[in-house]
């Protein structure tokens, strides 16, 4: 049974890896008429739509599918995946963008220029592979709980027993040089 739900648990990983989309890059296009950036997705499944307010730094950017040039929102998140990104830069032509996460550890992710549009700047942003649903995030989580914590307990055991012995030995050679006094 054991063996089953291993094998199990490890085919659901698998498959909940092979299925984490690839990165989507992302077109920016500053508008500096109106101060609003315009994100246009790549015309690829999972894409998302990216828009800002081009104001003094920071910049702040709105990741998501709701996002929109009517819609210039000063909190930045990555829709339901759990990831914010911060742009740092000035005007309407942010140099860097920071990526944050309560799960992940900060990252950081470089913004490109890839060739001017109309009098304007086209940027192009990678996001990062962890923008993927929480449930498909579960087994790569436990398995980081599992390699984090588990040695840790597998420690306390052996480390608690020898205290003991030790603790017993000390009890043992104290009652016996009480002995070898009192004979004296």
Known sequence: MRNKFLTLFTSAAFVAARS???????????????????GAPQASPGAFVVSTFCGPPPTQWIVGPEASASNPRQQLELSSHGF????????????????????????RFSISENGPLVGQDNLCATLPRERRHPIMMFPCKLATVLN???GVLFLIPPIGYRFIQRAKGDEALGKESDGIVKSL
Do not use: E, F, W
Not at 84 to 95: D, E, F, I, Q, T
């Open 84 to 107: 914010c990104l911060r742009a740092s830069g000035s005007g309407v032509a942010p140099l860097v963008i920071d990526g944050c996460s309560d799960d992940d550890p900060p990252q």
């Open 148 to 150: 984090n914590y588990v």
């Open 20 to 38: 984490v989309p690839p990165d989507t890059l992302v077109h920016i296009k500053s508008d500096a008429m109106t101060g609003t950036c315009i």
